[in-house]
């Protein structure tokens, strides 16, 4: 009879389910790790009256569940600078925010209401994965509510209403004792004044005429740190003008002359104002 050798064959069968080389073992990421590159950056954010809208950009690409906002009264940047945060920092937003993006610009937007003006929020954004976690956060901006906006004076007394509360962010009588500021004309010249020069029981607001011009950007950046002191109770304006106001209350306003039309007692000032209800502090 002729014998059966069966071994080599258990062998081959041994060997086809050995250690794998180093070319079998690469690990090719799982999905949801590609989506830990989806980042949020280049965050900015314009306030006004006690709202703040923030602009990201969205790096990378995949599937998300949304963003979180985080606004706090502290920095979290530093002490929360990777893809953990303590569980008790709750985000601004309830549920994640699945953005607004459209297609062909990548940046979302975001509104945050019921604010406190005069108060310093740090802001960031982290993406939310799939999975739940985070990713590290966007840059961290440093920002103050205050309102903003445009306004029109006519002259003091020769129409109603002639002068506007920074604070309550209304406009009201010259006269009155919430009032910031007016507007009047005489020999040909322009000039903002204080409230204190009709009653000297009212509000007595310092005004100075920056020595620049240009974005606001740049205005309130040189106005923080290097503009001269708000001293006088009036100016002299033309178009263009920025003026840096101190109210009475210890905070602050950036005005530009828009328009200046009419004659007579027609005239009228169209002004552009940033409010800082920050005591102290030149900030906007």
């Known amino acids: 009879m002729k014998r059966v050798v069966i071994a080599p064959l258990f062998l081959v069968v041994l060997a086809s389910c050995g250690p794998r080389t180093a070319r079998q073992t690469s690990q090719v990421p799982l999905p949801e790790e590609a989506h830990k590159a989806i980042t949020a950056d280049d965050l900015q954010v314009d306030v006004n009256d006690k709202t703040m809208v923030l602009s990201w950009r969205r790096s990378g690409q995949g599937a998300i569940s949304g963003y979180n906002i985080y606004v706090s009264e502290r920095p979290l940047s530093t002490s929360h600078p990777g893809e953990y945060i303590d569980s008790d920092i709750a985000p601004f ?3 994640p925010f699945p953005g607004d993006t ?3 610009d990548g940046v979302e937007h975001f509104e945050a209401t019921g604010l406190d003006n005069g108060i310093r929020y ?3 954004v982290r993406v939310v994965y799939p999975d739940g976690s985070l990713s590290r956060p966007s840059n961290e901006m440093s920002v ?6 445009e306004i029109e004076l006519p002259i003091r007394y020769q129409a109603s209403p002639d002068g506007y ?8 009588s010259a006269n009155s004792p919430d009032n910031d500021l007016y507007f009047y004309s005489k020999d040909g ?3 903002l004044a204080s409230p204190r020069r009709l009653d000297g029981f009212i509000n007595d607001t310092r005004l100075v005429v920056l020595p620049l011009r240009g974005s606001f950007d740049k205005v309130a950046a ?3 740190t290097s503009a001269p002191t708000a001293s006088g109770d ?5 178009s263009g003008d920025w003026i840096l106001a101190r109210c009475e209350r210890g905070t602050s306003a950036l005005m530009e002359v828009r328009d200046l039309r009419g004659t007579g007692e027609d005239r009228r000032v169209v002004l552009f104002f940033a409010y800082s209800a920050i005591v102290g502090e030149v900030v906007f």
Do not use: L, M, W
């Open 93 to 95: 937003n309830s549920v």
């Open 102 to 104: 459209e297609p062909e």
């Open 122 to 124: 740090f802001v960031t």
């Open 144 to 149: 103050i509510c205050g309102p903003r906006g």
């Open 165 to 172: 509360s920074f604070e309550h962010n209304a406009y009201t």
């Open 189 to 191: 010249y322009d000039y």
């Open 222 to 224: 040189y106005a923080a």
């Open 234 to 238: 009036q100016v002299k304006i033309v």
